[in-house]
Every structure is written in structure tokens, then in C-alpha cells.
Nanobody, 121 residues
């Protein structure tokens, strides 16, 4: 599985962005997720979604503002980000893992290259 993230950019606080992650290879049966890494901080979990899109989990910091989804026909993962805050500024990475869901970074075997989101105040 190869992943290619895109859609980052500069946005003002309160604005919106949609990130995309195009996958090549079979992702049926894989959980897919988004993580982010702010300058000087550890990479942290943002959201994850099951293969059938029936199970989603969000970090408390983004719950109610971000929505994760995937389009099986396009083999693409999305992260709709609304009501953005300066503290959301980070490089966002998409990732995939086989089997059960996880919020643990080290359990994801496949990673995209990251896309930078900058939120100005």
C-alpha cells in the first residue's frame, strides 16, 4: 500500500480545509487514519476509520470539528477540517493498518509523506 497526502495549505482561524490521501494497492480490510505532528512535538493521533466506514474514532481535540471519510471507489481517504484553530497547525500524515482499529502510531505500517497545514490567528 502506498499513500499520497495532499490538500494542506495556509488558512485563517475559523476556516476549513479538506485533506486527501490517495492510496495505491488494495486497502479493503485496512483501517486508515490521520496523524499530525506539530513543530517540536510527537506525532499524535487525529482520527481513524474502518474499511467499511462503520467505525470512526477521533481525538478529543478535533471531535466535532473534523470528519474522516473514505471513498472506496476512488481508494481515497479524506479529512474535512472545520473551525480550524492555530493549535491545529502541523504536518498531517495519512496511514493504514491491517486488521483492528488502533490509535497507536507504531501499529500503522503504511504512511504517506505528509502535508502541511498552517492556521493563522
Amino acid at each position: 500500500v502506498q499513500l499520497q497526502a495532499s490538500g494542506g495549505g495556509l488558512v485563517q482561524a475559523g476556516g476549513s480545509l479538506r485533506l486527501s490521501c490517495a492510496a495505491s494497492g488494495r486497502t479493503i480490510g485496512y483501517y486508515m487514519g490521520w496523524f499530525r505532528q506539530a513543530p517540536g512535538k510527537e506525532r499524535e493521533f487525529v482520527a481513524t476509520i474502518s474499511s467499511a466506514q462503520t467505525n470512526t474514532i477521533y481525538a478529543d481535540s478535533v471531535k466535532g470539528r473534523f470528519t474522516i471519510s473514505r471513498d472506496s471507489a476512488k481508494n481515497t481517504l479524506y479529512l474535512q477540517m472545520n473551525s480550524l484553530k492555530p493549535e491545529d497547525t502541523a504536518v498531517y500524515y495519512c496511514a493504514a493498518k491491517w486488521g483492528v482499529t488502533s490509535l497507536v502510531r507504531s501499529e500503522y505500517a503504511y504512511w504517506g509523506q505528509g502535508t502541511l497545514v498552517t492556521v493563522s490567528s
